[in-house]
């Protein structure tokens, strides 16, 4: 795993300013501590930070070169099928001198061109510089599992980078806030792409390219892959249950090619637990496996990943997350550089920090939730699509709109008791029921939360538009399978990705997520809806398929997430903090939100009339960014004007 970094002068041959090239590429040594390259040329400049997996040599230094070195890349990630891309090539004609997976790629772009994207198997972020056609080209994995941020000066410079704050290093990259990225992160909890909390910067969406050559215009990125739900297949149940244990055998597989210690995360999970029973089918020797156990017994699962570590004699290793440690919370934006408001970044730093200490590399159990239908919130959406398709909105708007007006909020009581949800979403269209389960603050309060001048600046725009259009650009009416593929383009590459990856790298170790090889959604794609979530059962095809191989209780137990105790801390141990951050400093100066409602919100939450431990925690994570990352990047020289995209 790696940190990339570049420098394109698109109309002419400008110098690189080589210092500040190389103080990009090592804002981001974490991502890579064991080697760093640079590569200049009239009008470009590379740089690359080495976290080595494959190929430990120094053949395996980059930026890499093709044998006449006119084509090089920069490349974070893995080829997973390099192996037998290697064998394609060189019957092509292709001489490799090294057997690290990067080399594919100048190859493979030398072959197919921007078509190379559709041979690899992979998570990727990486750029091809052709010399000869001065052509710079960009990609990323097709999930959106590895991270790469743009923007285009005003004077024709392109700037790319794995991460935000290498780009900030940039003294004309400018600072300025976008109101509808913000207004994105409150309702979401992270920013999706491809928009970042600033205006002149941009994320390369999941599955996207983007070709820019010299003397011409940069134009948009172009998607050159998508999950499809045709949910078309007929095979029969055990023959769905047969070769989905066939596919997932060799998508773990795959992924445990490696020249360094490999381990995997077990968290208890039906997940995490069948990456390690497929793991521990393959391995010659005991799997390392990781997990953290929490004091707080609300959110301890380790009993369960001890049991699945002792099924598969794993060599296991945990360690005790202490309930009110709060020494990650001012360090975790700098982890993220944008507002990021998932609290389960502090545990999944902390997994990943004691998985560092026995391996380099960690396979996860990470995206079955999405792929089989796992989150509650499907079974509740399913639901209440049931009832909606029984009565017109028009209908519905008004009927249920009443009943959830008068309806109770009981916050504390069992979700079969939350009834005034339920009904305030009949009332909705399926976009904004969904929107409205998965957005952590309420509308009651995020009516309130913004200032009149943020108000005036969004210009009517919601971050349900955004939710919106993904749906429609699904393709399919099934109900599950419209949310699964909202959660494909915003939730798990803006959310989970985005967590696991940073957490990650910020403790120089990769994560591989097997469930995200593309063949095996695709193909999970084409299965009936019923066979992922039957009934109250999300990842039913899963669960049957391993009830052979797990324990019961680890298969059928309630869900627990990955949580930490943010109502009691606002209550507890954060009251003082969260007082003060609501009453003076960056929140209240930045003239964003409103400071009635910002004192409202933690007074309600203290007295416990409301839980808004959810608004409260993305009001401290976004004045942690205004405070640590914002603040120290407008000390920077003021910035000429940024280009406009396209």
């Known amino acids: 795993m790696c940190g990339i970094s570049g420098i394109f002068d698109t109309r002419g041959y400008q110098p690189i300013d080589r210092d500040l090239l190389k103080r990009m590429t090592d804002s981001m040594s974490h991502r890579g501590p064991d080697d760093s390259g640079l590569h200049f040329a009239a009008g470009i400049g590379l740089g690359h930070r080495r976290l080595s997996i494959i190929d430990l040599s120094p053949l395996g230094h980059q930026p890499l070169f093709n044998e006449d070195g006119k084509v090089c890349t920069t490349f974070n990630g893995e080829i997973y099928n390099f192996a037998g891309l290697v064998k394609q090539l060189q019957a092509a004609g292709h001489t490799f001198r090294s057997r690290c997976d990067t080399e594919v790629i100048v190859h493979a772009w030398e072959e197919w061109g921007a078509d190379c994207v559709q041979h690899f198997q992979g998570m990727y972020a990486f750029a091809v510089w052709d010399a000869a056609k001065e052509t710079l080209f960009l990609a990323r994995d097709r999930f959106g599992e590895k991270p790469l941020y743009y923007t285009l000066l005003a004077d024709g410079q392109f700037l790319f980078a794995s991460e935000l704050k290498a780009l900030l290093i940039h003294p004309q990259v400018r600072r300025d806030i976008d109101p509808q990225a913000l207004e994105d992160y409150f309702c979401y909890g992270y920013i999706p792409d491809p928009r970042s909390i600033y205006r002149s910067i941009k994320k390369l969406p999941p599955g996207h390219i983007l070709t820019l050559r010299r003397g011409q215009p940069v134009g948009e990125p172009r998607q050159y ?263 494909f383009k915003t939730y798990l590459p803006g959310d989970i990705l985005t967590k696991v990856d940073r957490a990650s790298m910020a403790t120089s170790l990769e994560v591989r997520v097997p469930m995200l090889d593309h063949d095996l959604v695709q193909w999970l794609a084409t299965i009936p809806s019923a066979l992922k979530l039957r009934g109250r059962e999300g990842k039913y095809i899963l669960k049957k398929a391993m009830e052979p191989q797990l324990p019961h209780e680890v298969l059928y137990r309630s869900k627990m997430g990955f949580a930490v105790p943010l109502k009691a801390w606002f209550r507890g141990p954060l009251a003082e903090r969260t007082r003060r951050i609501v009453r003076s400093g960056g929140l209240v100066e930045c003239g964003l939100f409103d400071p009635a409602t910002l004192s409202m919100l933690v007074e309600e939450h203290q007295s416990g009339v409301a839980d808004h431990s959810s608004a409260i925690w993305s009001l401290m994570m976004f004045e942690s960014f205004l405070r640590t990352v914002h603040g120290r990047s407008s000390a920077a020289p003021r910035p000429e004007p940024a280009a406009a995209f396209g």
């Open 225 to 487: 892959w998508d999950v499809r739900f045709t949910l078309d297949a007929r095979a029969d149940e055990n023959a769905v249950r047969e070769e989905l244990l066939t596919r997932l055998k060799a998508a773990v597989g795959l992924r445990m090619t490696a020249d360094v210690p490999l381990g995997a995360f077990l968290s208890g999970g039906v997940d995490s637990s069948t990456i390690v029973a497929m793991m521990a089918a393959q391995s010659e020797r005991p799997v390392i496996t990781c997990s953290i156990a929490f004091d707080d017994k609300r959110f301890d699962e380790s009993q369960y990943a001890q049991q699945v570590a002792q099924v598969f004699h794993t060599d296991h290793y945990s360690r005790l997350a202490v309930s009110d440690d709060f020494e990650l919370l001012d360090r975790l934006v700098n982890f993220y550089d944008e507002p990021f408001a998932d609290s389960s970044a502090l545990p999944t730093y902390l997994v990943c920090r004691v998985a560092r200490e026995r391996a380099t590399v960690a396979l996860s159990g990470d995206a079955g939730d999405e792929i089989f239908g796992g989150y509650r919130r499907y079974y509740w959406h399913a639901n209440e699509e049931g009832v909606r398709g029984l009565l017109p909105h028009w209908l519905r708007k008004p009927v249920f709109g009443l009943l959830g007006a008068t309806y109770p909020k009981l916050d504390w009581a069992p979700r079969v008791l939350r009834a005034k949800a339920t009904l305030e979403n009949l009332a909705r269209d399926s976009a904004e029921a969904y929107f409205a389960s998965v957005c952590p603050i309420p509308d009651r309060v995020h009516d309130q939360l913004y200032s009149t001048a943020l108000k005036r600046d969004l210009q009517g725009y919601r971050a349900l538009d955004l939710m919106r259009g993904v749906m429609e650009r699904s393709g399919t009416d099934d109900p599950l399978a419209q949310i699964q593929y909202a959660d």
